[in-house]
Nanobody
């Protein structure tokens, strides 16, 4: 079993920034690909970014490329999502996620994610 706890969400004006954190427990964090997703009201959950367990494979949704940066600190069992130049359309609940098995070989954007955090709200005002 794994527990994922997100933090760092909040209310920010357009053009502002936030850094989300996801603390993982219950497994060997460094061997797992991690992902960030978001779900806006009335919309389906969508992939935002993912980072492989090795840290050398990183993917972003086109909508956030150049503005968001994912990173991981294995010593802290934490994955981060730095969000810059935020837009109102970035408003959503953001979730971190992890797969069931370690050493995922697929792209972080294509991995099946089985464990999810409770989410953190990000609201960007215009």
């Amino acid at each position: 079993q794994v527990q994922l706890v997100e933090s760092g969400g909040g209310l920010v004006k357009a053009g502002g920034s936030l850094r989300l954190s996801c603390a993982a427990s219950g497994r060997t964090f460094s061997t797992y690909t991690m992902g960030w997703f978001r779900q806006a009201p009335g919309k389906e959950r969508e992939f935002v970014s993912g980072i492989s367990w090795t840290g050398d494979s990183i993917y972003y949704a086109d909508s956030v490329k150049g503005r968001f940066t994912i990173s991981r600190a294995n010593a802290k069992n934490t994955v981060y999502l730095q969000m810059l130049s935020l837009k109102p359309e970035d408003t959503a609940v953001y979730y971190c996620a992890a797969p069931l098995e370690p050493y995922s070989a697929g792209r972080p954007s294509e991995v099946r994610y089985d464990y999810w955090g409770q989410g953190t709200q990000v609201t960007v005002s215009s």
